[in-house]
């Protein structure tokens, strides 16, 4: 999976992410507020590491499209060219079970999704776009390592449950 990846592709995850968190920092900082936005996160971060599928074709190709509209926005406002190629890194890599999990995930938040009002789809939506920009930046990835983590033992667990019933638990 080639991932292209620009200094104006991160601006416009940066602005998205600022977009989500602004106003639950000037609000009451209830956590269930970010709840949306953090879901959308969560399926979005975990779309970088699914290699070879559709999560995985969709991360790089909204990380492609939004360095390549980022960049000219860039250049467009000031004139200067936005930093240019930058690496790509990887949080780890997801086992079957992890990715049985990660599709589970991922049906919980197209549920919730379809649930939600007009403004928290927008987050939904804000927060699976930003993080799969910056889910491919490698200082992003490294501090991200142990969610790939959590899924594959979510799904170790799953495994145990299904192979050796209630005992597993």
Same mark, same amino acid.
């Given at each position: 999976?080639?991932?292209?990846? %620009?200094?104006?592709?991160?601006a416009v995850a940066l602005l998205i992410?600022?977009?989500?968190?602004? !106003?639950?920092?000037?609000?009451?900082? $209830? /956590? @269930?507020?970010?709840? /949306?936005?953090?879901?959308?996160?969560?399926?979005?971060?975990?779309?970088?590491?699914?290699?070879?599928?559709? =999560?995985?074709?969709?991360? %790089?190709?909204?990380?492609?499209?939004?360095? %390549?509209?980022?960049? @000219?926005?860039? %250049?467009?406002?000031?004139?200067?060219?936005? /930093?240019?190629? =930058? /690496?790509?890194?990887?949080?780890?890599?997801?086992?079957?079970?992890?990715?049985?999990?990660?599709?589970?995930? =991922?049906? *919980?938040?197209?549920?919730?999704?379809?649930?939600?009002?007009?403004?928290?789809?927008?987050?939904?939506?804000?927060?699976?776009?930003?993080?799969? &920009?910056? +889910?491919?930046? !490698?200082?992003?990835?490294?501090? =991200?390592?142990?969610? !790939?983590?959590? &899924?594959?033992?979510?799904? $170790?667990?799953?495994? $145990?449950? *299904?192979?050796?019933? +209630? $005992?597993?638990?």
């Amino acid at each position: 999976m080639t991932v292209v990846l %620009s200094g104006g592709g991160v601006a416009v995850a940066l602005l998205i992410v600022w977009c989500n968190l602004r !106003p639950w920092l000037k609000g009451g900082r $209830d /956590p @269930k507020a970010l709840l /949306p936005y953090a879901s959308g996160a969560g399926i979005g971060s975990l779309s970088t590491i699914c290699v070879g599928g559709a =999560l995985g074709w969709g991360a %790089s190709g909204i990380a492609g499209l939004f360095s %390549s509209a980022g960049s @000219k926005g860039v %250049s467009g406002a000031t004139g200067t060219s936005a /930093p240019a190629a =930058l /690496p790509a890194g990887r949080m780890g890599t997801l086992t079957e079970w992890g990715a049985l999990v990660t599709v589970i995930y =991922l049906g *919980a938040v197209i549920l919730m999704f379809k649930a939600s009002g007009k403004q928290d789809k927008r987050r939904i939506i804000g927060g699976a776009i930003s993080f799969a &920009i910056l +889910g491919f930046l !490698p200082g992003v990835a490294a501090l =991200l390592q142990w969610w !790939p983590e959590l &899924i594959n033992a979510a799904g $170790d667990k799953l495994r $145990d449950l *299904a192979n050796k019933g +209630g $005992d597993a638990l």
